[in-house]
């Protein structure tokens, strides 16, 4: 399971959620690569990446991460494990 840095997880659990259970952020990975929608479960689960069928990268790569809201249908992506 991918999963986010438990400071990130702490900080989602003080953001308005996107959707049910759901919040869509940008986050920057360490080698400088920006990621504009992210799909974050339970604020802790990379769930999604628009554009991606699988997450491109490892959760503990992330170095930034902003909450934006942007809705694309990540819904439709989800699969519980």
Known sequence: ???LPQK????LLDQPETG????????TL???RVFEDVA?????I?????GHAHVP???RDIVQLKVTHQRWGF?????DS
């Open 57 to 59: 990268f490892d959760g």
């Open 30 to 32: 360490k080698d400088g």
């Open 46 to 50: 990379v769930a999604a990446v628009r």
């Open 1 to 3: 399971m991918n999963t």
């Open 75 to 79: 819904d439709h992506h989800r699969t």
């Open 40 to 44: 974050i479960s339970q604020c802790s």
């Open 8 to 11: 990130f997880s702490e900080v």
């Open 20 to 27: 049910e259970d759901l919040h869509v952020v940008s986050v």
